[in-house]
């Protein structure tokens, strides 16, 4: 139990550490939304998991509403996180900002 | 997104053509009675305290958060197929993770991509869907949002999506089988 947690938790800050690459790394605001908003989701998915895993080890009802109180953080991102992906997005949209495209390929729409 | 504004009560002219299963008030019981049971659970989990001070003060604040907003949270007319619906639901949540594992893959295999610049080439494509249900379109904007590579821009009430992707393969997908799942989902 206390190795798969483990495994699970390095694997979502592998996750993280993917999405923060990906920030830097990306050429304009749209593109780095792509990283910022879902390796993000998924990384908290899986160190969150690996968290409960963790606590709910002893098995004993504290222990118990710890690990639910945080499989609820995990809902909550999962319905806030695209809306707020969204809502950055439309509002460089409303904004004017065109997005980057690749050189080349730009008018292919 | 658009569609949230709408009341949860607006349904496709086929649901209003059923004759309803139950009465009226037998409804409302039913709805505020899950809107107070997913707010008491919620409560218990939070609170952690089981001694009969934190269980009564948690009874009267969702009896009336339940009598407030339980129209909103479940519509009244749909309510006979809510099991199966709820049912559905579970069955898509995990279809849903695994396609969102495997777009945060590819996401990932191109933030580590050396060529980066030459490899992506992000575009707006818009499509039109068949979905007409403003809570399937919010369900399937919100899951084309959380799979990586692709961003809902816009969602039209009539079901045209406008969408960022970032390169050619994150937006094979779609429309596609996704919005099938949606559509079984909801039962369209």
Request: glycine share 6%.
């Amino acid at each position: 139990m206390s190795l798969l947690a483990a495994i699970l938790i390095i694997s979502g800050l592998f996750f993280f550490t993917g999405g923060s690459i990906g920030i830097l790394r990306f050429p304009d605001f749209y593109s780095r939304l792509h990283p910022a908003g879902k390796l993000d989701t998924m990384g908290l998915l899986m160190t969150m998991t690996g968290m409960a895993l963790y606590t709910v080890q002893e098995f004993t009802l504290a222990a118990i509403f710890t690990s639910l109180k945080i499989l609820l953080i995990i809902v909550f991102v999962f319905i806030t996180s695209p809306t707020a992906t969204h809502a950055i997005l439309d509002a460089g949209v409303r904004a004017g900002l065109s997005p980057w495209t690749a050189p080349g390929k730009g008018e292919r729409e | 997104m658009n569609v949230d504004n709408l009341s949860p009560d607006e349904l496709s002219p086929d649901e209003k053509r059923q004759t309803p299963a139950f009465s009226t008030s037998l409804k409302q019981i039913i709805s505020f009675a899950i809107t107070f049971l997913i707010c008491f659970a919620t409560w218990i989990i939070l609170s952690g305290r089981l001694d009969f001070f934190h269980l009564g003060l948690g009874v009267i604040a969702c009896a009336i958060v339940a009598r407030l907003s339980s129209t909103k949270l479940i519509s009244r007319r749909g309510i006979e197929n809510l099991p199966r619906q709820w049912f559905r639901f579970v069955c898509y949540v995990p279809w849903l993770l695994y396609q969102v594992f495997l777009a945060n893959l590819h996401v990932m295999s191109l933030a580590f991509n050396p060529r980066l610049i030459e490899v992506i080439d992000p575009k707006i494509i818009r499509f039109k869907s068949k979905l007409t249900r403003p809570m399937s379109l919010f369900i399937f904007a919100n899951s084309i949002t959380l799979t990586p590579g692709t961003i809902t821009v816009f969602v039209s009430i009539t079901g045209e999506f406008t969408v960022h992707v970032i390169d050619e393969y994150s937006g094979l997908s779609l429309p596609g089988e996704m919005e099938e799942k949606v559509a079984e989902l909801m039962g369209e």
